[in-house]
């Protein structure tokens, strides 16, 4: 079984800066790849960036220049760094990985909030 275990979510001002952490943890045999989804009421799940296990980056569009998405292979660990956040990157964020365990399967976060507010 694998878990990921999110952190870092909370209330920061508008042009604030907040990082998020995902820890994976279980019977892991290798990961390929990682990433941050962010959902909000009424809309579809949608990719913020995701990172492969050779490095490669992906970024959505609205968030490019100010998120940077990174990995600690050793920790099994993905962070989020979120600079210049706007009131429209508030979501509940979740992270993912596409993992080889005792098959391939891709796991869930449980969600943390992002409020961008005044």
């Known amino acids: 079984q694998v878990q990921l275990v999110e952190s870092g979510g909370g209330l920061v001002q508008p042009g604030g800066s907040l990082r998020l952490s995902c820890a994976a943890s279980g019977r892991i045999f290798s990961i390929i790849s990682m990433g941050w989804y962010r959902q909000t009421p009424g809309k579809q799940r949608e990719l913020v960036a995701e990172?492969?296990?050779?490095?490669?980056?992906n970024y959505a569009d609205s968030v490019k220049g100010r998120f940077t998405i990174s990995k600690d292979n050793a920790k099994n660990t993905v962070y989020l760094q979120m600079n210049s956040l706007k009131p429209e990157d508030t979501a509940v964020y979740y992270c993912n990985a596409d993992i080889i365990a005792t098959g391939r399967l891709r796991s869930w976060g449980q969600g943390t909030q992002v409020t961008v507010s005044s």
């Open positions: 990172v492969t296990s050779d490095g490669d980056t």
